[in-house]
Nanobody, 127 residues
Framework: QLQLVESGGGLVQPGGSLRLSCAAS????????IGWFRQAPGKEREGVSC????????NYADSVKGRFTISRDNAKNTVYLQMNSLKPEDTAIYYC????????????????????WGQGTQVTGSS
């Protein structure tokens, strides 16, 4: 059974940092592009960042550029999202998703292009 499990969410003060992890079970992440998405209450799900299968290409939403960094460790079958300088508006449930087919990086922040999804992890930025 293919599963993605997110972890690392929590409550953080503005300006703080968190590192989210997306671990795969039942399949090897090497062959999948991975995206991170988030959904805040009352809002649509939005793309945050994505990384190619090799890790050589990444993309970020304008709202997180310079603050978030996506990376992958295929040996650990895990993708990470390092989030720095967190703001209250970063509060959301964060999801990771996997896509088996190659994808143009310019399109990789579109949720409907992904095949498998995790259950999400809550990130709350609050003072």
């Amino acid at each position: 059974q293919l599963q993605l499990v997110e972890s690392g969410g929590g409550l953080v003060q503005p300006g703080g940092s968190l590192r989210l992890s997306c671990a795969a079970s039942g399949f090897t992440l090497d062959y999948y592009a991975i995206g991170w998405f988030r959904q805040a209450p009352g809002k649509e799900r939005e793309g945050v960042s994505c990384i190619s299968r090799s890790g050589g290409s990444t993309n970020y939403a304008d709202s997180v550029k310079g603050r978030f960094t996506i990376s992958r460790d295929n040996a650990k079958n895990t993708v990470y999202l390092q989030m720095n300088s967190l703001k209250p508006e970063d509060t959301a449930i964060y999801y990771c998703a996997a896509r088996s087919a190659p994808i143009v990086q310019a399109m990789c922040l579109t949720a409907r292009r992904y095949d498998y999804w995790g259950q999400g992890t809550q990130v709350t930025g609050s003072s």
